[in-house]
């Protein structure tokens, strides 16, 4: 039996099916939208509703109380885009990680089944990948076509 010998991979085949995985990553991106603008929209009812309170106990408008929690609130900001540009990043890396991971399966599956033979190469999958399953499956169906 042949062993696989991986292809050399260039920065150009960096997607193995880039249909499947810009989709994936576009939820990936949703999710991330989703949750940052709801975690900052709370920060910022937080803030209007701090700033209410405030006035409703007799706080007069010029009071360096709320010059302290606009300041307080930029650096919230400050933080918060610093943090939400690292997360969307790391969203971005994994996310790309599982997409290979679940296309580099389905790929390999796809070019094994095209070209199944007594002689075509082991069927075999990185530890990494999801669908470990289909290694045994892809032996049993290449031993039953050598029948």
Request: glycine letters at 4%; a positive charge.
């Amino acid at each position: 039996m042949n062993k696989v010998d991986p292809s050399p991979r260039k920065i150009t085949n960096i997607l193995i099916n880039p249909k499947f995985q810009f989709k994936l990553l576009s939820y990936f991106i949703g999710l991330f939208l989703i949750s940052t603008t709801s975690l900052y929209l709370t920060t910022y009812l937080f803030f209007y509703r701090l700033k209410e309170k405030a006035l409703n106990v007799g706080i007069p408008d010029g009071h360096v109380f709320f010059n302290f929690i606009k300041n307080q609130q930029h650096d919230l900001d400050t933080l918060f885009i610093g943090l939400a540009i690292f997360n969307f990043f790391l969203l971005i890396g994994v996310g790309f990680i599982i997409s290979h991971r679940i296309a580099g399966p389905i790929y390999k599956l796809k070019k094994q089944l095209s070209v199944i033979s007594e002689d075509s190469n082991d069927f075999k999958l990185r530890q990494s990948d999801f669908f470990q399953e289909l290694e045994p499956l892809v032996k049993a169906l290449k031993e039953k076509r050598d029948v």
